[in-house]
């Protein structure tokens, strides 16, 4: 068992990437841990994918419960980043 879900509630999760640069839906500015996840977590809830902290703080259309989107700061990245299923440690 992983060591960090020890300490977390651990889901697999659809996580995927983007590069958008603005105001997510919280009303912060994108910026690197940034997070958009489904309607059933509220700002603030803490995910730790693969060892990094991101926190929710913005929504998408195609975002939906059980899938996170995480902020890259180009698109190269968030393409290389691509799409996983991976096991992500939540804190609310």
């Given at each position: 068992m992983n060591a960090l879900c020890t300490l977390l509630a651990c889901l697999t999760m659809s996580v995927s990437a983007y590069a958008d640069h603005g105001i997510t839906a919280?009303?912060?500015?994108?910026?690197?841990?940034?997070?958009?996840?489904?309607?059933?977590?509220?700002?603030?809830?803490l995910f730790v994918v693969q060892g990094r902290p991101y926190v929710c703080m913005d929504r998408g259309s195609l975002v939906t419960d059980g899938h996170l989107d995480l902020w890259h700061s180009s698109e190269d990245t968030a393409w290389e980043w691509g799409r996983q299923e991976v096991t992500v440690g939540v804190w609310r």
């Amino acid at each position: 068992m992983n060591a960090l879900c020890t300490l977390l509630a651990c889901l697999t999760m659809s996580v995927s990437a983007y590069a958008d640069h603005g105001i997510t839906a919280s009303g912060a500015w994108t910026r690197q841990g940034v997070a958009a996840c489904g309607p059933s977590f509220p700002f603030g809830t803490l995910f730790v994918v693969q060892g990094r902290p991101y926190v929710c703080m913005d929504r998408g259309s195609l975002v939906t419960d059980g899938h996170l989107d995480l902020w890259h700061s180009s698109e190269d990245t968030a393409w290389e980043w691509g799409r996983q299923e991976v096991t992500v440690g939540v804190w609310r």
